[in-house]
Nanobody
Framework: QVQVVESGGGLVQAGGSLRLSCALSGRTSTSYTMGWFRQAPGKEREFVAAISWLDGVIYYGDSVKGRFTISRDNAKNTVALQMNSLKPEDTAVYYC????????????????WGQGTQVTVSS
């Protein structure tokens, strides 16, 4: 089985930065698209960023473009999300996910999900 584990969340002041990490373990011989999603209380899960297994194409959600950067280390099956210029509206549980779908901005394309890591941005 494939396990997904996120880390790096925490409390940060507005304008600050955090770096989230995600690691795959288990049956990871196959390459996966790796994505980040987030969910704030009372809201649906939102696409944040992803990098495709197929061609390495990267997508960002409109709300984080220019502030967040996704990167991956294929050899280690890890992915990171560097979050800069954080805003209170970035407060959410951030989830890392892995999948083999091609529509990588869509939640349904991901098969494996982490438990999430809390990011809280204070004013």
């Amino acid at each position: 089985q494939v396990q997904v584990v996120e880390s790096g969340g925490g409390l940060v002041q507005a304008g600050g930065s955090l770096r989230l990490s995600c690691a795959l373990s288990g049956r990871t011989s196959t390459s996966y698209t790796m994505g980040w999603f987030r969910q704030a209380p009372g809201k649906e899960r939102e696409f944040v960023a992803a990098i495709s297994w197929l061609d390495g194409v990267i997508y960002y959600g409109d709300s984080v473009k220019g502030r967040f950067t996704i990167s991956r280390d294929n050899a280690k099956n890890t992915v990171a999300l560097q979050m800069n210029s954080l805003k209170p509206e970035d407060t959410a549980v951030y989830y890392c996910a892995a999948g083999r779908g091609t529509n990588i901005r869509v939640i349904k394309e991901y098969n494996y999900w982490g438990q999430g890591t809390q990011v809280t941005v204070s004013s």
